[in-house]
């Protein structure tokens, strides 16, 4: 009887604090936090081997074009490397299930070294223990910093870092005042969440500012610009967009424009995805915080140095650079598509083009 | 007796026809009541615009689905179509005419591959298309790397989404002309007429001495025209964003077909209904965009809305017969 | 009385799916060394477990020539709920879990009496119902919740004997489920109500009814797949069940079930299930990109099926 009433009384209460769900991953004392722990020192004596090197790479996922570059970055980086022998690759297309099963396969095809994307990190936490218990250091490459017991160190990026960056840049640029619109990622992934945290976080400084509100356009260009057409109908007046995903700030860049909108509003900073930045450089505002493709490379560094029983921390910050608008000549490559990324990439690890 | 007065039979048959129009009309209502920004022609047209490329693929599958048959690769064939069209345009003008009309054999290509094998085999075009999609999908991925790669000749967007009088995207325009070739091939083609009979009673028509096997390998290549011009008109509205454009998309068709009064079994239907059934659709998605409601009740609601405008379709037309 | 015309169609004959998982697990015993060993044949048992449960429930509703888009987000809903429930009570287990395969089932029913009662076509409502449970999903949570109990993941990674416990769970129930259909007065009606609905009505089956228990059932077993799912992810990731309802109708057609009903069986429907995953697995073996994978995966279902093609043609 009393479990029954516990029980109730639970579902009661979980339903009434969905209303106001709020940040519970990410936000500042997270993030701070998160830094301290990366600097820890990782003992490596238990990983350390001779060579040849075999590198397994469990992607989350490969249809996109940064992990594509990110991939690139990997395979540059072990090619410079002799002691590096064979780079073994699986895709779980998105599917989190089955990169559990891909790394299952991947433990058993003797890998010496496993980096990883995960599609969800939760749901691959227990397999990555079964790696490190299995003798294999994990490396995560470009997501948040990972703290579990089985990823031994992260080539990490903040999202949360990289949100505060962009909304930082937009608060200056719109002058602290001002109703701005958010275009999210994929609702439920990390960067969607710690840079809607990030967001919220800075909006606490400038009370002129407000959000009129966050939308999710998935990644997808034609899904933001459908999605800001929309938000154009419902509000009269919108002077900024938080977008730091760039592919995505061209889609809504695209619907003001044709809304004849564009003069009234900020965009604020994207990414360095090539079809944004041939945008920044045709308009002359917004800029890029970066979202460093060579993430893949650090990860292949950090491996390397755990291989050799050599000292590491729990997570290197891949950091993002800000690009003012004016300086973006140097990055865009108006002869490169616009689903590409700036990078330092040598020629024969390029994508196809 | 007068021979004006409409008989019951009469009115069930037309009320039949025009369910889809009653459906349309409802939701359109329901539109105005939450926005008004449903009367204004601009944003009208842009929702038009929005559902171009579904809406010009769905005129295609409207065929294969008449034909009693299913395409769920024409979301595959669609972002192939984008990319193989950038790819091809390589931002060159010069290069246009040849990209869309290579991009239109490959979308030819894949429909016809559809066709054959259903016509000659007796496989579920469920399974069958739902495999060369994901196929197709592998071929487009292996094509691009991963990233997608072209670059769209200047002045092909531009053109699609001018505004004439400032109000008219072109693009809305070539969906609507889309339609317009859809409604002539079904009504006034050969062709079009062995679909629905093919559709209603295989066994008849081939006594009939229809070909059935040519008319579903057209049907299919059609399908598959149409779908490759659906990547373009993709490709116009939004640029080159990624190698999955098209995904999904599949489903939003078949809804779309489906309300609009061309059922699973064949023989009846057709391209008019389609149309009000994409429109349907798309206004759906953007009464709950434009009301505000927070993301995920979003998707719910849409399912509703689908669910309620079928069973109002359904009801309607069980009272027909 | 025209009995006669009601004989079922078991599936016999039907059985080419079993030919061709044989002759591809032949071939990878021959020529893949990584295969023979017992942990990959492990693996597969385990990683068709979740696809399996779901494919079985699905089995049902297409006999009746009809078709379950919702199973994918039932068993994706009981993933988020099953794994938020048992991060507060790890101890209930075995209550949540049958909670759970209730409001599969309950789902189910809802689904299954739409069809009926508002004459509605079941692939337009099932798909507008995964849209509802997945907007349900994502007003829940937008992130991971929860973690499954332990016993749940020992159900969905343990073994016994080198054998998964969750292979086990599989083939109990697809040989249940075998029996309840050529054995019982319920499975001979299914059978009989899809083939041929008119001689079924003659002959006084209740085919309404029959609908929402296949939907019922259609549910219960998504819940069952979702909870071993769980087991298997250890949290309740939202997305989980994305794409699975696909999966399991190409399972189930693999299996050489008609789409229009009233032929088709269980244990073919497994057969189906594993020869998915065994491609699955034979391409990661193969060391195949990732985009070829995919591409092959199409090539070799179509391949399937025209091999596996019903000697009659389909209604």
Redesign the interface.
Known sequence: MKLTKR?LM?TAA?FAA?GL?GP??ADKETEERQTAAAKEAVDTSKFAKEGPYTIGVS?GY????W???ALQHIYWEASEHDEIEEV????A?F????Q???I??LI??DIDLLIYWPV????I??VLERTVEAGIPTVQAGGGFTDNAGTVSNAYISQWRLGEMVARNLMKDLGGEGQIIAMLPI??TTA??DQLDALETVLEEYPDVELL?A??GD????KA???T??LL??FPQIDGVFSPAG?MS??VA?AFE?AGRLEEVTMSPGDEYN?WLKWVADNGQGGAVTFPTRAGQEAVKIGLSILKGEEVTRGTAVESEYIAPEDIGEYVDQ?A????WSSELPEEFL??? | MNALVPTRDGVRRFLSAYAIVAVLAAVFLLAVLISDAFLQPKYLFNVIRQIAPVGIAAVGVTFVMILGGVDLSIGAIISLSAVVSAVLMNGEAANLPMAIGVTCLVGMAAGAFNGIVLAFSRVSPFILTLATGIAILGITQIFSGGTARGIVSPGFREFFNYRIEGIVPVLSLAFLAAVLVGVLIQKRTLFGQYVFLTGSNRRAAILSGIPVRGVTIMAYTLSGLFGALGGLALLARSGVSSTMSGQGLEFQILAAIVLGGTTFEGGRGGVVGTLAGVLVLVIAFNIVNISGLPYHLQMVVMGLIIIAASAMYGQINARSQ | MAVGTLRPRLGAGQSGIWLILAAGFGFALLFLPDFRTFENLANILRQSAVLGLIAIGQTFVILLGMIDLSVGMIAGLVVVLSCWLLDIYPALTLPVAAAMIMLGMAIGVVNGSLVRWLKLHPLILTFGMLSVLQGLIFTFTDRSVGRASDALQQLANGELFGVPLSAILLLLLVLLTQAILSRTHFGFHLLAAGGNPDSARKAGINAGGLQVTAFAIAGGFAAAGGLVLAGRLGTGYPLAGTGLELDSIVAVVLGGAALGGGRGSIVNTLAGVLALTLVSNLLNLFGVSAFVQMFAKGAIVVVAILANQPRRAAR
């Open positions: 029980l639970t979980a969905l769900a519970a991953v992607a490969l249809a996109n074009s992990v594509v570059f073994i690759v699986t895709d297309a599917n989190p299930t089955k559990i099963s891909d299952e396969d058993r095809q969800d990190d939760a749901a936490a227990s609702a439920g969607a969440v509100s939308e999710y990644w997808n260009r034609a610009k459908q999605i057409e929309n109908q419902r592919q061209i889609g695209e044709e079809g002869d598509p616009d689903d590409w994508p196809k083009q």
